[in-house]
T-cell receptor, first 114, second 113 residues
């Protein structure tokens, strides 16, 4: 069974600081990887996803993530955060051989100080 | 507007009183799923459905039931709720397999006394 680990539970940054949120998964086969974001009072929505191809994927609002297969990682980055990036971020993994099953990490709460 | 709706949004109930949380999507998605979100535990999958009349257990199915009689609806049933089912519940839908993007509802905050 797959599992997902997010290392940072709460991150506090000042505006314009750079962001990197860690995500590691445990599964030896082919995976599909996602980052979802939940802004205060809003639905969870997709930030970006990786299925195959270029391991550096770009998402909405200037976010990007890099899939490093050898490290089983899919870290989320943004070069310069804004106050509006304050939200909870979830990493998730699915595997093609067990379609239907989705595994999410514990989430990381990001607070950006103006 | 494409969306996933859940009702009720907030519910306070007592132990043992059966309840149903409805979920409906208007995007003609085959895939639907239920999650619960608890502090420090992230989202955990309860049940999912790949299509009408096809449902399967997620990681935390105990104490829950689901049905998928129509494509658009995927209700979550708690036959005898207990306090440890106090949580924030999310329904999601997706095109085809869960291996693609999921679209989430607004959440239902359930308190079981």
């Amino acid at each position: 069974a797959q599992s997902v680990s997010q290392h940072n539970h709460h991150v506090i940054l000042s505006e314009a600081a750079s962001l990197e949120l860690g995500c590691n998964y445990s599964y030896g086969g082919t995976v599909n990887l996602f980052w979802y974001v939940q802004y205060p009072g809003q639905h969870l929505q997709l930030l970006l996803k990786y299925f195959s191809g270029d391991p550096l994927v770009k998402g909405i609002k200037g976010f990007e993530a890099e899939f490093i297969k050898s490290k089983f990682s899919f870290n989320l980055r943004k070069p310069s955060v804004q106050w509006s990036d304050t939200a909870e971020y979830f990493c998730a993994v699915t595997i093609n051989t067990n379609a239907g099953k989705s595994t999410f990490g514990d989430g990381t709460t990001l607070t950006v100080k103006p | 507007e494409a969306q996933v709706t859940q009702n009720p949004r907030y519910l306070i109930t007592v132990t043992g009183k059966k309840l149903t949380v409805t979920c409906s999507q208007n995007m003609n998605h085959e895939y639907m799923s239920w999650y619960r979100q608890d502090p420090g535990l992230g989202l955990r999958q309860i049940y999912y459905s790949m299509n009408v009349e096809v449902t399967d257990k997620g990681d935390v199915p105990e104490g829950y039931k689901v049905s998928r009689k129509e494509k658009r609806n995927f209700p979550l049933i708690l036959e005898s709720p207990s306090p440890n089912q106090t949580s924030l519940y999310f329904c999601a839908s997706g095109v085809g397999l869960s291996t693609d993007t999921q679209y989430f509802g607004p959440g239902t905050r359930l308190t079981v006394l």
